[in-house]
């Protein structure tokens, strides 16, 4: 019996060994003469188990098993061969009971219509999946008006995070005179905890190329830049890949299709700067200038690039694209909500149990998300929040998982949809250290341009700083709030005016655990390690002198087989003697 | 300059093309491991781009290192899903197990640099870090001397 072989291999799988079980296939086949087709795909979505591999028969039989080894894929192999599969660690299956079945089919795959489903560095793949046929009907049988219209039509907004109507910032370009033009893909996706750009230009680089080379025509671009961030290698060359294939085939270059229409794409890779997401400062960073934003008007569509009418998107946007011109607008509101159509993409993380990549149709429950499609909790512990949208989005509490998932009931609750990252936490995570950390990084990241960013950030910084230490007063609430008002009106872009959002969230959220730092002096989810004490339950202890040793700076005091004492003065309170203690003698709090 | 030939190489590629200015010093730096002010005098020398305006974008990206840096290249993800799993013990051991105080990035034998990151997207393995171009993921502090010896 003949089959096919594939194994996820974008940047995650690598991570977890995909690489190594690829090796294993190709040598089990090899030796023991098994008619198999090997084949690559990148990100199949449930990254918590990777390595994942797929296996499929003439007749249509599929199973993806996960966890796989370099050791165990071989009995999987063999026993698909004899027609008896192997029923443990199976994800997804159409045969068998997949621990996933459920999740899976909750979800509506139109971004990622063909990750983990096709090679990504075969043209010919993603041609037989309906690839470039958008582009030939846009090219010819419809003119511009047509194709801004259908993508007005299909209620489509920017998966960057602000959610603008797509055809209207098309129109824009499309109505801008100008001999020159530029369309520029955003992929500098620098939110932390998000990876649902850089999977998508992994596992289907062709989809994005395709998106761009319908919107050049349509607004009357002849050159295009795709931006991504150099923390992207894989999709990068991916991306490199792909380029030069839709040139060969002629979708790119002079003449496409046979019509005056020309189009020249080029890659820039960006050089670790999060502001480069804002699209005036990415075009700087284009034109090879520091990152910093510029006032607006005038509008990248007015005057962009060089000065040229520029449109900008972000990957997701220009994914849906070829979708929409294939299927019609109509097909594509069908999905989603009346304001906020189609579907959206969330990279899930943190201490959910189906960590990893998925598409849901706009207008799903926050609670469906998390438990249905995620799995819920990893831990045995409860949930606590779940943060969206990054540095720029807020953490929301249990309270609030009714919360639908379109941009405008996001926005409603002080969040905002961003460009899909959701992280989620149980109760070992404190809110006033999760709004540091935001604040943190958007204070490192903050170019420096406006004064209250620059400025204000750092002054909020110091005060979260201050409460984490225990030293916060509770007048420093009403100054974090007043602090994050004034940044919000007086900065330039959004990486300032959307900064405070994570510390004006957990206030509204999680104000008690502010309040607990500052009366009580304790942090109830042990993280802040100033607030940490560490003793020793003496009716516990038996004495082993384990602690002791592990104790960086000596400062558990006790013989052999007598109870130990842990030095408060000089403890530094890094945890050792608690990861170390087997008797649970050790009381954090 | 140790490679002046493969620096004229790499300039001459990019000369008179615009908005090159970026991934020109992101060529040169792999040749030389870093931006040394003799590199970027030579750079602006050849190209006519200001010193200046060089040295402004060299110091506004975090990719460009003034400084020389180790033989391996240790990136630390402090991004979200990281930190929420405890990425800070991780750094710690990491700075632990090559001496590293706070203050220094690359180990006194020049073999390690040490960086953090905003988030290196592997989030569902997180806590992640990467050497060189290989990323490690699932990780614990009890985890990190074991792959710092593949290195050594």
Redesign the interface.
């Known amino acids: 019996m003949s089959f096919v072989i594939k194994v996820g291999l974008a ?2 799988g ?3 060994g995909a690489g190594e079980v690829y090796e294993a296939i190709l040598k089990h086949i090899k030796e023991n003469g098994i008619d198999a087709e090997v084949k690559k795909t990148a990100c199949i979505g449930m ?2 188990v ?1 390595p994942l591999v797929e296996i499929f028969s003439e007749e249509q039989k599929s199973i993806t098993y996960g966890d796989v080894t370099p050791e165990s894929i071989g009995n999987i192999i063999d026993a698909f061969s004899k027609g008896k599969p192997i029923e443990e660690n199976v994800i997804i299956s159409n045969v068998l009971e997949g621990s996933e079945n459920k999740t899976y089919n909750k979800q509506e795959r139109i971004v990622l219509r063909n990750c983990g489903i096709i090679d990504p560095v075969s043209i010919n793949d993603y041609l037989e999946n309906d690839g470039y046929k958008a582009l030939e009907k846009a090219v010819k049988k419809m003119s511009s008006e047509d194709i801004i219209d259908e993508i007005k039509n299909s209620g489509l907004r920017g998966r960057g995070g602000a959610g603008f109507p797509t055809g209207l910032k098309w129109q824009f370009a499309f109505n801008a005179k100008s001999e020159k033009k530029y369309i520029v893909c955003n992929a500098d ?7 649902m750009d ?1 999977s998508v230009l992994e596992g289907d680089p062709h989809s994005v190329i395709e998106g761009m080379i319908i919107g050049a025509y349509a607004i009357g671009a002849d050159e295009g830049y795709i931006y991504c961030r ?4 894989l999709a990068i060359k991916h991306l490199n890949i792909a380029i030069e294939q839709a040139a060969e085939k002629g979708y790119l270059g002079n003449n496409i299709f046979g019509s005056d229409f020309n189009f020249e794409l080029h890659i ?7 502001v480069c997401g804002e699209e005036t400062a990415l075009m700087a ?7 910093m934003p510029t006032i607006r008007p005038p509008f990248p569509a007015q005057s962009g690039l ?1 000065g040229k009418p520029t449109n900008i998107n972000n990957v997701e946007t220009f994914a849906n694209i070829a979708w929409i011109i294939l299927n019609g607008a109509k097909e594509y509101a069908k999905h989603g909500t009346e304001k906020s159509k189609g579907t959206k993409v969330f ?5 959910i149990k189906n ?2 990549l998925i598409e849901v149709p706009m207008g799903m429950p926050l609670k469906e998300v998390i438990y249905d499609v995620g799995g819920g909790m990893k831990t045995e512990r409860p949930f606590k929040g779940v ?1 969206l949208g ?1 540095p720029s989005g807020g953490c929301l509490p249990a309270e609030l998982l009714d919360t639908i998932v379109d941009y405008d009931s996001i926005n409603k609750t002080g969040a905002i949809m961003g460009s899909g ?1 959701m ?1 989620v ?1 149980d109760t ?2 404190c809110m006033v250290d ?1 709004a540091k ?2 604040l943190n ?1 958007t204070q490192n ?1 903050s ?1 420096g341009k406006c004064t209250f960013c620059r400025v204000g950030t750092k002054r909020m910084l110091e005060i979260l700083t201050r409460i984490s230490e225990g030293k916060g007063k509770m007048e420093d609430l009403d100054t974090l709030e007043e602090l994050s008002h004034n940044i919000i009106k007086s900065s330039l872009c959004g990486l300032g005016q959307t900064a405070p959002n994570p510390v004006l969230t957990t206030l509204k959220y999680f104000r008690d655990e502010y309040i607990t730092h500052i009366k009580d002096k304790t942090c109830p989810a042990g993280v802040c390690t100033a607030l940490l004490k560490y003793e020793v339950i003496e009716e516990n202890c038996i004495g082993c002198t384990v602690c002791a040793m592990k104790c960086p700076v000596n400062c558990i005091a006790g013989e052999r087989k007598q109870v130990h004492k842990i030095d408060q003065d000089a403890c530094i309170k ?2 050792a003697c608690y990861d170390a203690c087997k008797f649970n003698a050790i009381k954090k709090g | 300059m140790k490679f002046k030939t493969e620096i004229d190489i790499a300039i001459n590629k990019f000369i008179s093309k615009k908005g090159v200015l970026i991934p020109l010093l992101q060529n040169v730096q792999n040749i030389e491991g870093y931006l040394s002010k003799d590199l970027m005098s030579y750079v602006s020398e050849k190209t006519g781009i200001k010193l200046a305006h060089i040295y402004g974008v060299a110091t506004f990206y975090t990719m460009f290192r003034l400084k020389p840096q180790g033989k391996h290249i240790i990136r630390v993800c402090k991004g979200t899903a990281c930190h929420v799993s405890d990425a800070n013990s991780i750094m710690n051991e990491v700075n632990n197990q090559l001496d590293l105080s706070g203050e220094e990035d690359t180990t006194k034998d020049g073999k390690f640099t040490v960086m953090q990151v905003a988030c290196l997207g592997c989030c569902s393995l997180a806590p992640v870090i990467m050497v060189n171009d290989n990323t490690y993921g699932k990780l614990t502090p009890a985890s990190i001397g074991k792959i710092l010896k593949k290195y050594e």
């Open positions: 940047s995650c690598l991570a977890a990254c918590f990777e996706e620098g939110d932390p905890g998000a990876f850089r150099a923390e992207y290698p820039k890779e960006g050089a670790g700067a999060f960073s284009i034109e090879g200038k520091r990152g060089w990279a899930l993380a943190g201490k960590s990893g943060q990054g990252g992280v936490m070992s995570s999760i950390f935001f990084f990241e170019c890094c945890g």
